[in-house]
C-alpha cells in the first residue's frame, strides 16, 4: 500500500545502501508463494533492492544477500536468475 507523499519513495540497495528511486533497482520479493525476482517491479510482498550493476548483484549472490534480508533459505534458482541479468534499461 502506497501513501500519497510529495517525496519520491526511495529505495536502498541492500549490497552498497546507495539510495534512490525504484527504477534504479532490481527487486527481488518475498510472498506467501516464495521469493522471486521481480522482473516488472509489480509482485506484492516484502521487497529486497539490489543496485542494477554488476557489482551490486554479483555480491548480492555471492553473499546470498536475499537469506539475510528474508530470514530464510533462499531457492538458489533466485540466485541463479540473479546471475544471469545482464541487460539494463
Ligand atoms: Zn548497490
Redesign the pocket.
Known sequence: MEQKSKKIPERT?V??R?KGPKANFIKVVKTADGIFVDKNGKTNGRGMY??K?KE?ISEAVKKRAANRVFKCECPAAVYEELGKIDEFD
Open positions: 540497495c549490497v552498497c546507495t539490489i543496485c550493476n551490486c
